[in-house]
């Protein structure tokens, strides 16, 4: 179980990489394709300025780019996150193998005559970065991302016989993936329809069983974040036809999150698609609102003498979640001390997705559900497309039931939630000793095999099971520490980025 713990936490941060792009194409493309839309300068005259719309076009288009090639960026970013050392060498191969497994299949169709001529959607076809090919979507990219990692760890130190030197370790790498992407695009030629068919089959259970399905969606959702493993989840819904496939514009789109963006774009939209209710704007129930009552209980159950630390912490927690959707400063802080809590967030979670859907809100994201996204992608589109004037009075009342739930159980139980220790909080350290004190919990830079982040999480794959010192770990400011077998998570929040290059930098002087 720990082993399988590792292996799906490095899997899941893999996705890291692609899915932070997004944020950065959704702004443009928000902002620049709402702000463009013929409706939108119809209804505000005063964007009806040449050199604007001029802005609003390029940035509509910069943004679109990103998300008509997931795929390949998906491919680069899974390589590149899966690889133990040499990165580079990871990503560059992938990309040769992304562009050979669609020739391939390319080539395939030809050799069958069955190149679509007309509509490529209806075949099951499309463009991919000039070739067409078989629609295989992010998947494909996941696909050939993971194989190329697994060639990479394995022959990236290859020798070859003197006379071949040239062609050894790293070099050797796009040439056994470029191979091995020829045999990939053919069995994917073969079997993707099948797979494809099972897609759409699973999709159609998720469909038929309406709300509940929804309800389970998101309360499974939340139930896996602590342990890291929610982006396994949620991505195939988001991103392949797990989550429905539409047709926009001509176009086969595949994924909630793929459909809403392209439909973002198009001006004869009149309603977003609605598996965005389901997979999506449930989020913006809890982050903006839910989670914001539970900090004010946790802030007025405080003993008298903690609560100016308390307010602090819970208002610092509380306005990351409702502006960035990033709740994992906010969970940390009763997930541990009281996992019930916990439970009951997760629950009325899956209960948000459901009102979203029962209330048919379409409101898109571009990774977390938070004021940011709820103004580009619901208020700027308008409440006839998104109906996002709902989220207002569904999240007060969450606000409500988030704030009494939390505060009569913690009273009730005497939960330990922060300002109600029995004990002192333990004596932080400095930042400038920061990432000595993590390496010394994690066993000492022996001990430290692979260090990544995620969003708010720093990562690490130990060389042994041992179990790390938490106390050690909690003192560097930690929200939580989580270790299943050779797998840690220590969650810091969004400033984990610096926490990790600070742990890296050190690992490496002492290494020199």
Same mark, same amino acid.
């Given at each position: 179980m720990s082993k399988l713990f590792e292996r799906a936490q490095q899997f899941g941060k893999s996705f890291m990489l692609p899915i932070a792009i997004l944020p950065a194409a959704g702004l443009l493309l928000g902002i620049g394709g709402a702000l463009s839309n013929p409706n939108t300068i119809k209804a505000y005259p005063m964007l009806d300025i040449a050199l604007l719309q001029n802005i609003f076009v390029l940035m509509s288009s910069a943004g679109n780019i990103v998300f008509q090639n997931l795929p390949v960026i998906f491919a680069i970013g899974v390589a590149i996150g899966l690889a133990k050392s040499d990165k580079g060498t990871a990503g560059l191969a992938a990309m040769l193998g992304f562009l050979i497994m669609n020739a391939s299949m390319n080539g395939l169709l030809t050799i069958t005559e069955t190149l679509a001529k007309g509509n490529l959607a209806e075949e099951g076809q499309s463009m991919v970065l000039g070739i067409q090919t078989v629609e295989t979507g992010v998947f494909g990219g996941i696909i050939t991302g993971v194989m190329t990692a697994l060639l990479h760890n394995k022959y990236h130190k290859i020798a070859l016989p003197s006379y071949l030197g040239f062609f050894g370790g790293s070099r050797f790498v796009p040439i056994i993936t470029a191979i091995a992407s020829i045999i990939l695009g053919v069995i994917m030629f073969f079997i993707w329809p099948t797979i494809q068919g099972w897609i759409f089959g699973v999709g159609g259970i998720v469909d038929k069983t309406g709300?509940?399905?929804?309800?389970?969606?998101?309360?499974?959702?939340?139930?896996?974040?602590?342990?890291?493993?929610?982006?396994?989840? $949620?991505?195939? *819904?988001?991103?392949?036809?797990?989550? +429905?496939?539409?047709?926009?514009?001509?176009?086969?789109?595949?994924?909630?999150?793929?459909? *809403?963006?392209?439909?973002?774009?198009?001006?004869?939209?009149?309603?977003? $698609?609605?598996?965005?209710?389901? $997979?999506?704007?449930?989020? *913006?129930?809890?982050?903006?609102?839910?989670?914001?009552?539970?900090?004010?209980?946790? $802030?007025?159950?405080?003993?008298?003498?903690?609560?100016?630390?308390?307010? +602090?912490?819970?208002?610092?927690?509380?306005?990351?979640?409702?502006?960035?959707?990033?709740?994992?400063?906010?969970? *940390?802080?009763f997930l541990f001390v009281a996992p019930v809590l916990y439970v009951i967030h997760a629950f009325l979670d899956g209960l948000a997705f459901m009102m979203a859907d029962i209330f048919n809100i379409t409101i898109g994201q571009t990774f977390s559900g938070g004021f940011i996204d709820f103004l580009l992608f619901g208020v700027l589109q308008g409440n006839a497309k998104t109906n996002f004037l709902w989220v207002i009075p569904i999240g007060i009342v969450w606000f409500m039931i988030y704030y009494a739930i939390f505060r009569f159980l913690i009273s009730k139980f005497n939960f330990k939630t922060p300002g109600r220790e029995d004990e002192a909080a333990i004596e932080t350290v400095q930042a400038t000793d920061r990432a000595k004190t993590i390496i010394k919990g994690l066993g000492g830079k022996e001990n430290i095999d692979i260090v990544d982040c995620c969003a708010t999480r720093l990562r690490v794959t130990l060389k042994t099971d041992d179990p790390v010192d938490k106390q050690i770990l909690n003192s560097t400011e930690a929200k939580g520490v989580i270790q299943k077998g050779n797998g840690v998570q220590i969650v810091y929040g969004p400033h984990v980025t610096t926490i990790k290059n600070e742990v890296e930098a050190l690992l490496e002087s002492n290494q020199s």
């Open positions: 709300v509940i399905g929804t309800f389970f969606f998101g309360f499974i959702l939340r139930l896996l974040g602590p342990f890291g493993l929610h982006h396994i989840f $949620y991505l195939p *819904f988001w991103q392949t036809a797990l989550g +429905g496939s539409l047709e926009v514009k001509g176009h086969l789109v595949q994924g909630t999150q793929n459909i *809403f963006f392209a439909q973002l774009g198009d001006p004869d939209v009149t309603k977003y $698609y609605s598996g965005v209710s389901r $997979y999506m704007s449930g989020r *913006f129930i809890t982050m903006m609102f839910g989670l914001c009552g539970a900090a004010l209980a946790i $802030y007025h159950t405080a003993k008298p003498k903690h609560k100016k630390v308390v307010g +602090g912490l819970m208002l610092s927690a509380a306005l990351t979640s409702f502006l960035t959707g990033i709740t994992e400063p906010l969970e *940390f802080s």
